[in-house]
T-cell receptor, first 110, second 113 residues
Framework: NAGVTQTPKFRVLKTGQSMTLLCAQD?????MYWYRQDPGMGLRLIHY???????AKGEVPDGYNVSRLKKQNFLLGLESAAPSQTSVYFC?????????FGPGTRLTVL | AQSVTQLDSQVPVFEEAPVELRCNYS??????LFWYVQYPNQGLQLLLK??????LVKGINGFEAEFNKSQTSFHLRKPSVHISDTAEYFC???????????FGKGTKLTVNP
């Protein structure tokens, strides 16, 4: 089992560009999450999903959109990237409590 | 709303010394508690968790934590640390009935030779 995978691992964008981060899990988990990690801020929840076809806002949803068309995939989109979105993004999945994390995507917006 | 406070942002210790990383949470309902570890340039992995039962929980790599309901704390301890324990440690709480976790801001543990 690969667990939770994320693509890409690194990306550099210019202000105003768009991109999509892909998260995939092979554990058949119902719940999936997108977090961002910034120095001294811990992990903050952006959006989450409680099942295929559902999404909900987390703590810091502005500037991001998500989709969960398939149970195993959770996509995070940035429509118009801003320097404030420079961060490390983590995807996670869970069922029954423990969350399993992907390796992260390091995004820089210039 | 739930919140998690990790009182120390950085903890430097010498190898083979004991360490305690502190975590306090605020919640008026039953909670589940977790400690995650993040090694440099990696994702988070579960160190240990408290769901119910014994308040002393043992995890991987010789770490343990004690749930104290009256003090709303879940401090992480290790009697003798190694250089390889250098990492960032996150405390997290999940409220009963919800799958979402609320994370503390993390404690960077640096083990020096």
């Amino acid at each position: 089992n690969a667990g939770v995978t994320q693509t890409p691992k690194f990306r550099v964008l210019k202000t105003g560009q768009s991109m999509t981060l892909l998260c995939a899990q092979d554990m058949n988990h119902e719940y999936m999450y997108w977090y961002r990690q910034d120095p001294g801020m811990g992990l903050r929840l952006i959006h989450y999903s409680v099942g295929e076809g559902t999404t909900a806002k987390g703590e810091v949803p502005d500037g991001y959109n998500v989709s969960r068309l398939k149970k195993q995939n959770f996509l995070l989109g940035l429509e118009s990237a801003a320097p404030s979105q420079t961060s490390v993004y983590f995807c996670a999945s869970s069922q029954g409590g423990e969350q399993f994390f992907g390796p992260g995507t390091r995004l820089t917006v210039l | 709303a739930q919140s998690v406070t990790q009182l120390d942002s950085q903890v430097p210790v010498f190898e083979e010394a004991p360490v305690e990383l502190r975590c306090n949470y605020s919640s008026s309902v039953s909670v589940y508690l977790f400690w995650y570890v993040q090694y440099p340039n990696q994702g988070l992995q579960l160190l240990l968790k408290y769901l119910s039962g014994s308040t002393l929980v043992k995890g991987i790599n010789g770490f343990e934590a004690e749930f104290n309901k009256s003090q709303t704390s879940f401090h992480l301890r290790k009697p003798s640390v190694h250089i390889s324990d250098t990492a960032e440690y996150f405390c997290a709480v999940r409220m009963g009935g919800s799958e979402k976790l609320v994370f503390g801001k993390g404690t960077k543990l640096t083990v020096n030779p």
